[in-house]
């Protein structure tokens, strides 16, 4: 019978509203301002956006996404090597090994006890069963991290890869809208999980 994976928490290095997060295959920070466009380089090709559905301003051309998945996430610096502004709510998932961008996943708070999750990964870390550390990072974040007590999410029902991902973190399914508009405009249907926590607590960084 197959598992679904543990929850993590907080680990050593948040502070000053940013979290660090762990789990055995990737490292999750607190995105930064620096790190927007590699996140999109992330997600802008052209089998994530048959998910995704961002508008065009969002998605980087292919020689761009090559350039930023090959270099190093870096630790969130912008110019002088000064600390980037923090994006709330998003954490960029990091290999550990090679130290490049694998994906991000975000929280978008809908009241002060429910949050809505989405994520996606990098095209090198698809099909390792990746997707659901992913997803149960951003349930530690939500959770551990931000005291929020409901996390939801949506997803394409015909996106096997997203809906298997969000079972193995620990999400069940849960009532919701049944469909759902994108950003480039197209309306799909969709399927919604849910993962609540009685008992939700503030990581000591706070946002």
Known sequence: MEMRQRPYGAVRGCAGGRHVIRTPGLVFRTATWSDQRRIAATGSDPQAQRWLGWGPESVLGEDERERLLAAPAGRGRGRFGLPSPRVETRLIAIDPERGTTAGAVSLSPLSDEVCEMGGHLAPAYRGRGLGAELFTAGLALAHRH?????????????????????????????????????????????????NVEPNPTWCPSGW
């Open 146 to 194: 931000l005291h929020f007590g409901e996390v939801r999410a949506g997803a394409e029902p015909e996106n096997l890869a997203s809906v298997h991902s969000l079972w193995r973190a620990g999400l069940d399914p849960t009532l919701g809208p049944d469909t759902h508009r994108l950003s480039d405009g197209r309306v799909i249907p969709s399927v919604w999980f849910a």
